[in-house]
């Protein structure tokens, strides 16, 4: 089976804190995507990435960035953690190409900044 | 607009009950449609995903169906179960881009 994992379930970050999440996908899966899902907003992409070393800002990059060095790795960066950065994080990884096929979420990640 | 819209937004059953949720789409070019079920604080897990020549697809208990001439899709849950209460999203693939439900909530009472 695919797995993508998301190395925190729950993380709790002081304010202006910089927040690393970081995820790993083990099925050489050439996409990989974060998206924040905040109730009545639905999951919303902050960025995404075509292969290593490539992003792409999503509908709601602002406040983001990403790192992907290695295939199978990629990583959000909060630079500076702010309140309104509360939310679920998901990471989510697929095969290239049209349809997304392989797309697989990982468990999540629930941030809470203080 | 939201491109993908589900109803209802949040739906009660008893257990052992039938249910239906509704997904109705305008995204264009379609290359696929999914439903994925979300239990409370976990990621999203794919249930079933069918291409516009496909008409119904099942997974156990749940079953897809799609309308790709009127664009809409129906999540069917038989005999349903405590552990089925869960959000439930409709996301449709536009060539590299999926686009998401805002999801139905849904709650099996005993």
């Known amino acids: 089976d695919v797995k993508v994992t998301q190395s925190s379930r729950y993380l709790v970050k002081r304010t202006g804190e910089k927040v690393f999440l970081e995820c790993v996908q083990d099925m050489d899966h050439e996409n990989m995507f974060w998206y924040r899902q905040d109730p009545g907003l639905g999951l919303r992409l902050i960025y995404f990435?075509?292969?290593?070393?490539?992003?792409e800002k999503g509908d709601i990059p602002e406040g983001y960035s990403v790192s992907r060095e290695k295939k199978e790795r990629f990583s959000l960066i909060l630079e500076s953690a702010s309140t309104n950065q509360t939310s679920m994080y998901l990471c989510?990884?697929?095969?290239?190409?049209?349809?997304?096929?392989?797309?697989?979420f990982g468990s999540g990640t629930r941030l809470t900044v203080v | 607009k939201n491109q993908v819209e589900q109803s209802p937004q949040s739906l009660i059953i008893l257990e052992g009950k039938n249910c239906t949720l509704q997904?109705?789409?305008?995204?264009?070019?379609?290359?696929?449609l999914r439903w994925y079920k979300q239990d409370t604080g976990r990621g999203p897990v794919s249930l079933t995903i069918m291409t516009f020549s496909e008409n119904t697809k099942s997974n156990g208990r749940y079953t897809a169906t799609l309308d790709a001439d009127t664009k809409q899709s129906s999540l069917h849950i038989t005999a349903s179960q405590l552990s089925d209460s869960a959000s439930y999203i409709c996301v449709v693939s536009e060539a590299q881009k999926l686009v998401f439900g805002q999801g139905t909530r849904l709650t099996i009472n005993p």
């Open positions: 997904c109705n789409y305008t995204v264009s070019p379609f290359s696929n």
């Open positions: 989510a990884s697929s095969f290239t190409g049209t349809g997304n096929y392989g797309y697989t």
């Open positions: 990435s075509y292969d290593v070393k490539m992003k």
